[in-house]
């Protein structure tokens, strides 16, 4: 059985930094995304990292946000500096094999396993 389990979720202020991780276990990482799901708001695509280690992000997030994976520790991170307020929201790690192996996609169904979630508060 597939477990994604993330930590390492708080509360910041502005400017500050987090450091989200996600640990697998029953699976190893081929690709991986990280998504957000603010209060009131549709479930965000933040970035993603493909089987080759090539990363994408979306606009709001580069330059700040940095995915990797620890292959041998088998835990996905989502490093985060520079936070804004705009950034409080609930995170969550995906993760599967779906598509090219170089490729990770914006899509939620491209992600077969999910982490239940860590809440992120920026203020200001």
């Known amino acids: 059985q597939v477990q994604l389990v993330e930590s390492g979720g708080g509360s910041v202020q502005a400017g500050g930094s987090l450091r989200l991780s996600c640990a697998a276990s029953?699976?190893?990482?081929?690709?991986a995304a990280w998504f957000r799901q603010a209060p009131g708001k549709e479930r965000e695509w933040i970035g993603c990292?493909?089987?080759?280690?090539?990363?994408r992000y979306t606009d709001s997030v580069k330059g700040r946000f940095t995915i990797s994976v620890d292959n041998a520790k088998n835990i996905l991170y989502l490093q985060m500096s520079s936070l804004t307020p705009e950034d409080t929201a609930m995170y969550y790690c995906?993760?599967?094999?779906?598509?090219?192996?170089?490729?990770?996609?914006?899509?939620?169904?491209?992600?077969?396993?999910w982490g239940q979630g860590t809440q992120v508060t920026t203020s200001s």
């Open positions: 029953g699976y190893t990482y081929i690709k």
């Open positions: 990292i493909g089987g080759s280690g090539k990363t």
């Open positions: 995906a993760a599967g094999s779906r598509g090219l192996y170089d490729a990770c996609y914006t899509g939620p169904v491209y992600y077969d396993y």
